[in-house]
C-alpha cells in the first residue's frame, strides 16, 4: 500500500495565488477645480445655512446628528454654475472609479451612467459630531471637504472614522493578523479639496469636532446603471 504525503519540495516551488475576498476599496482624490469653485461654495452654503429654519433640514436620523446643519439632500441640483460644474467632476470620479472595480462584470457593449441621487451640505460647529452610519439605496458614496477647520488627526477632533465591516475580524490578535490593524476602523483627517469615496455599505461616522471656525463639507450618494447597446 503506498503512502499519501505531500513531497515539501513540491510544494516550495508551487506559485501562490492571491484571492482578495471582502475587500472594501475606498479611494482619495484632490479636485483640480478645488480653487475655482471654493469661495463661491462657501459663500452659497453660508448664505443658505444661515436660512435654515431647521438644523437637519433633510430630516434624516435626527438624533444622530449633534452641533451641526444639513441641508435638504438636493444641494447639486441647483442651477448654478460652479455647483454644475462640481456635479459633473464628481460623476466623473464615481464613473472612473466604478468602471475599475467593476470592469469584469459589466458587459462590453454597456454605456454607464451615474446618477448623484443625493447631495448635501454639513456645517458643523464647536462639539459637533455624526454617530456612525451608512447610506442605504446607492452603490457609492462621498464626501469632498470645502473647508477642514480645524480638525486634527492627534485628537481625533473632526476626523471621519471608517469601520471595518467584516463581524469579528478583529476577535483575536498576534503577529498574523497585523493587517488587520488591530483595531477595527480608520480615521481619516480631512484636507481641504480632497474627495474621499467609498462603497455605500461601509459604516463610518463624524467624530466630534472642536474647532472654533466651521468644518464645512459637501457628502453625495450615487448609483449607477448601464445603457446596453442595440
Request: aromatic content about 10%; hydrophobic content about 40%; glycine content about 6%.
Amino acid at each position: 500500500m503506498t503512502e499519501n504525503w505531500i513531497d515539501p519540495d513540491a510544494c516550495a516551488d508551487s506559485e501562490i495565488e492571491a484571492c482578495p475576498l471582502w475587500e472594501s476599496p475606498l479611494f482619495l482624490c484632490t479636485l483640480s477645480v478645488h480653487n475655482l469653485i471654493k469661495q463661491p461654495l462657501l459663500d452659497l452654503i453660508v448664505k443658505q445655512s444661515n436660512r435654515q429654519t431647521d438644523g437637519i433640514a433633510s430630516q434624516v436620523a435626527m438624533t444622530a446628528k449633534h452641533q451641526l446643519l444639513e441641508s435638504p439632500l438636493d444641494f447639486l441640483e441647483q442651477d448654478d454654475a460652479d455647483i454644475q460644474l462640481l456635479n459633473q467632476r464628481l460623476s466623473d470620479l464615481v464613473l472612473q472609479v466604478a468602471g475599475d472595480v467593476n470592469a469584469m462584470y459589466w458587459p462590453e457593449d454597456a454605456d454607464p451612467v451615474v446618477t448623484l441621487v443625493e447631495s448635501w451640505y454639513h456645517v458643523t460647529r464647536y462639539g459637533g459630531y455624526h454617530d456612525a452610519h451608512s447610506h442605504p439605496n446607492c452603490s457609492w458614496s462621498g464626501i469632498y471637504y470645502l473647508k477642514a477647520g480645524e480638525s486634527d488627526l492627534a485628537t481625533r477632533s473632526g476626523v471621519n472614522r471608517f469601520y471595518d465591516p467584516r463581524t469579528n475580524a478583529d476577535q483575536f490578535q498576534d503577529a498574523g493578523s497585523l493587517y488587520l490593524s488591530n483595531q477595527g476602523f480608520w480615521d481619516f483627517l480631512p484636507v481641504e479639496g480632497q474627495v474621499i469615496l467609498f462603497p455605500s455599505y461601509l459604516k463610518h461616522s463624524a467624530l466630534p469636532y472642536f474647532g472654533h471656525t466651521d468644518r464645512i463639507v459637501l457628502a453625495f450618494n450615487a448609483r449607477v446603471d448601464l445603457l446596453h447597446g442595440e
